[in-house]
């Protein structure tokens, strides 16, 4: 078995850089590829208000999503996201419509909430009253673009195994993806304890309601996992787990106090780029510097670590095909050339249709090429990580 | 391989050492057994040799593990995973990934091993314990068994050249149990890797081991070979023990070994046993304790208990058996009351009402269930807390009249059952057959006619079982009928008079134990398969037979 599988190793990394199409072998994706193609779409959704490109986005996302997600249970989230994305935009429209506000003089009034007057202190919000489209429009529009931003994040979520994505976190970053993929498989075991002690209880005859009943069933559970968590941490010491390498403990001090100032710096930068009234210079080169410092540090931390990894997702061309596709439509949309940028937040006064930008318009489209380059997705094999 | 010399252990604030002067070695490619019941200081002798203790544990270490020349004072657990693989207990409490093939690359990658390198062991690994079709499953959805064969390939992926387990199969079911000891017997024999293993099943390992560490309690180790020290050791398997009482030398480790030597002895006895396998309490002519018609209990579409019945007797023991999965806890729960029960009906003797009818405070003095892990039902920080607690819900008259006469205090039960166990212990810090005792006395003090036992015998080593044997023997005297749900033919020989087997929801078996347990080679104790076709069941019958002065 294992001789067939070291030869066929490298037949297939043959294939998968020479063909493409009906032919490719079905693999993952590498994670940060498909986050970096959703964050990418997310950012060109921020950039823009025109329904006609969001609703491109969102029909982008949605293409891509079928036609690349596995059959896992993380796999299996997207209509939940969907179902969010959907409340954000009538949550929105709900209280803009409650909350009597963004109406002009000269709106369409589509009808009226029957007022409720608020006492003085209370001054500024109004509710009921008039109801224009204009408003409506507006609420939606921003709702769109909130739900647009959630889809984006939710295909992320979906294409990419987020274990798997935890695992490409630098060296130095280590223990916290291993902290990230404990709680998350503690979690199902919590559920686990109390619905077994909360069964038992009964056999001692408590009734299972009141703060007696809540020690009861948290006292047996928390010794559990405490337990639990005991011997994780011998088995994970027995099998290796933090051996340092060769790192000293000047050494560790260096790589913290990098990274910490790292950090400062980036809060910096961040604060100086945000605020209008600090000079642009300051801005960027804090956060220049800021950077430098963390990557550094990352750098540093991450040499000290000696460690490998099993079958490491690889990165060719479609990874670079689903990168760039997803990173063309964030770029044309924050240049502003090439096309009018008015369209892309097209005013309400007076109402109108909408234009559709032709290059925006064509480089979101692109994005769905993603779908074609990613290759296809492993057959689903019961695995739920 | 390994070598111990002069250790002492001792834990911080601990009053006396765990271990003290220990002396041993372990040469390359044995496999070294170590025996002893449970608080013996097994666990903290094996976690020792890949220093755990002290550098996990606390407390102190006076002398020298020298483990393939690395001595464990100056070396952390961490250091030496390349050189001893551990797997514990709880294998789903080790995981930390969750599908089979990420766990077993989890070692490798700590150790830096090379990506190529890391796919072909694996795939070896995998082979080798035969677990290649579960590669892409998900730890959780794995049985016991798998997770433990999982757990023992993801420390040899490392390729140590020593393997410590400690106590790999006490929480599983025969089956299962089985197949993680074959493979482990496996290593030894192909791979040469040097096993130190702690286990209760002794009668499944003997047979394979090299060298038998028998810790006595008192801190001390004896170490040599198996017959040797098995002739003196107080832990011993039922073959080993027919062995010494008939004279054997040296003494026979495995049934075979018995078997041919047997002939004589056959010969020897009479057909009949003497004396029964127990005596029995079964009050056959009083009408039923319980009386249970058409119980069936569904999950969804999966049938767990298909129409069952049921009649139990007072001081009856019944042995409720069969594979996981045959539908032994659902059955108990539904009878019970507490669990689910989608039809079907239970009356008990003197009482009005189905205990499913009643309040959970009604149903448990009815009858009482003691589940597979007991110590869910103890959250109080003493023994003496949670006593006062079962007092307080017994005399809690509102709930209806027990069933199984007057009742005592929680405390005179607990005393009866296990002696000496202090008042102001945390219930957390009782040994596993403590516990057991603790949770079963709370349960008696409500007085229930009848007491179910849900798989009390899995993690209770020789000596406890022979508590829990006592304990249910002089329940039966009282007029209890009792039904312990069990994997373990020889609890069940010593402890039951009627064994139900059950399969698929169904009752496929129901009769005598001593008929029941001598029907198949497979299902029977170890003195019946020497034996037969005598239907000789326990050593003592042995012994009453040899020695026709009867005890008095």
């Known amino acids: 078995m294992s001789a067939v599988t070291g030869q066929a190793l490298p037949a297939a990394r043959r294939r998968g850089t020479a063909t493409s199409g009906g032919g490719r072998l079905p693999r993952a994706l590498h994670p940060v590829a498909w986050w970096v193609w959703a964050c990418a779409l997310a950012t060109a959704a921020s950039r823009t208000s025109n329904p006609l490109l969001l609703l491109l986005i969102f029909a982008v996302v949605g293409v891509v999503v079928t036609a690349r997600r596995t059959d896992a249970p993380w796999a299996r989230g997207y ?191 961040a604060y100086g780029l945000l605020d209008t009234t600090v000079p642009h210079a300051v801005g960027i080169g804090g956060f220049a510097a800021g950077a430098a410092l963390c990557l550094s540090g990352l750098a540093l931390g991450g040499r000290r670590v000696s460690r490998s990894r099993y079958r490491p997702d690889p990165w060719r061309w479609p990874e670079w095909a689903v990168v760039s596709c997803g990173l063309a439509s964030a770029v044309v949309l924050c240049l502003n050339t090439g096309y009018n940028p008015a369209a892309l937040n097209p005013g309400l006064y007076p109402l109108q249709w909408p234009s559709l930008p032709l290059l925006p318009a064509a480089a979101i489209l692109a994005s769905a090429l993603a779908a074609l380059a990613a290759p296809p997705p492993p057959a689903a094999t019961g695995a739920s990580g | 391989m390994i070598h111990l010399d002069q250790v002492g252990v001792t834990y911080d604030g601990a009053t006396a050492p765990v271990l003290r002067d220990v002396r041993l070695r372990v040469e390359e490619g044995e496999l070294c057994l170590v025996i002893g019941h449970t608080g013996s200081g097994k666990s903290t002798l094996l976690a020792a040799i890949n220093g755990l203790v002290p550098h996990f544990t606390g407390g102190t270490l006076t002398g020298r593990v020298l483990v393939d020349g690395r001595d464990t004072a100056r070396f952390r657990p961490r250091e030496l995973a390349d050189v001893v693989g551990v797997v514990g207990q709880d294998p789903l409490a080790g995981f930390v990934t969750d599908t089979v093939e990420e766990e077993l690359a989890y070692t490798m990658e700590q150790l830096a091993i090379d990506p190529a390198a890391m796919r072909a062991r694996l795939e070896e690994t995998l082979d080798l314990l035969g677990i290649a079709d579960l590669r892409h499953r998900a730890l959780r959805t794995l049985s016991g068994g798998q997770q433990q064969r999982v757990a023992i390939g993801a420390s040899l992926t490392a390729q140590p050249r020593i393997l410590v387990l400690d106590e790999p199969t006490s929480a599983l079911d025969p089956t299962s149990a089985e197949d993680v000891l074959a493979a482990i017997t496996r290593l030894v024999h192909d791979l040469g890797v040097t096993v130190v293993l702690a286990e209760h099943r002794l009668e499944r390992v003997l047979p394979y081991a090299d060298r038998v560490a028998w810790l006595p309690g008192d801190g001390n180790v004896t170490a ?75 999950y969804g579409p999966l049938i767990a208990v298909r129409g069952v019945d049921l009649t139990l007797r007072r001081g009856e023991s019944t042995a409720l058996m069969g594979r996981n999965g045959s539908g032994k806890s659902s059955l108990l729960w539904a009878v019970q009351g507490s669990g689910r029960r989608s039809s079907g009906s239970v009356s008990v003797a003197g009482a009005a009402s189905d205990p499913a009818r009643l309040t959970s405070a009604g149903a448990r003095r009815l009858v009482g269930l003691v589940p597979q892990t007991p110590a869910d039902l103890l959250y109080l920080d003493t023994v003496a807390a949670e006593l006062a607690q079962a007092d307080r819900d017994a005399h809690d008259r509102s709930a209806g009249p027990g069933t199984g006469g007057e009742a005592v205090t929680a405390r005179a039960i607990l005393d009866d059952i296990a002696p000496g166990i202090s008042a102001g212990t945390h219930p957390r810090d009782l040994s596993a057959g403590q516990q057991l005792a603790l949770v079963l006395a709370v349960q008696l003090a409500a007085a229930p006619a009848v007491i179910l036992l849900d798989e009390p015998t899995r993690g209770l080593d020789y000596q406890a079982k022979a508590g829990l044997t006592g304990t249910l023997d002089r329940l039966a005297a009282r007029g209890h009928a009792i039904v312990v749900a069990t994997h373990d033919v020889e609890f069940a020989a010593r402890s039951c008079d009627r064994v139900i087997v059950m399969a698929e929801g169904e009752i496929v078996t129901d009769g005598p134990a001593a008929t029941a347990l001598t029907a198949s080679p497979t299902f029977a104790p170890q003195v019946a398969k020497i034996l037969a076709p005598l239907p000789y069941l326990t050593v003592a019958q042995v012994a009453a037979a040899l020695d026709p002065v009867p005890a008095p």
């Open chain 2, 224 to 298: 040599g070979d198996p017959a040797t020290v098995l002739s003196q050791a107080a832990v011993v398997p039922p073959v080993a023990e027919l062995g010494r009482l008939v004279g054997w030398d040296p003494l026979p480790l495995s049934v075979r070994d018995a078997r041919r030597r047997a002939p004589q002895l056959r010969r020897q006895l009479p057909d009949t046993p003497p004396v029964a396998h127990r005596s029995a309490h079964t009050e056959k002519d009083a009408a039923p304790a319980l009386t249970a018609r058409g119980i069936v209990v569904r």
């Open chain 1, 79 to 269: 209509r939940f996201y969907l179902g969010m994305a959907l409340a954000v935009i009538a949550i929105r429209i709900i209280f803009r419509i409650v909350f009597e506000s963004g109406v002009t003089p000269g709106d369409l009034i589509l009808f009226r909430l029957p007022s409720i007057p608020t006492p003085a202190w209370y001054a500024g919000v109004q509710i009921g009253g008039p109801v224009s489209l204009e408003a409506v429009l507006s609420a939606a529009l921003d709702g769109a673009r909130l739900a647009c931003l959630l889809c984006c994040l939710g295909a992320a979520n979906t294409l990419a195994n987020p274990k798997r994505a935890l695992r490409v976190l630098p060296g130095a970053l280590y223990e916290l993806g291993v902290a990230v993929t404990v709680a998350l498989s503690v979690a199902p075991q919590l559920v686990e304890s109390v619905q077994r002690v909360r069964r038992a209880r009964r056999l001692r005859g408590a009734s299972g309601r009141g703060l007696h009943a809540l020690r009861a069933i948290a006292v047996p559970v928390l010794h559990d996992s405490l337990e639990r968590s005991l011997r994780l941490a011998a088995g994970m010491d027995s099998r290796g787990y933090g051996r340092t390498g060769n790192a000293t403990p000047a050494s560790r001090r260096v790589t913290a106090t990098l990274m910490l100032a790292g950090l400062a710096g980036l809060c910096i930068g």
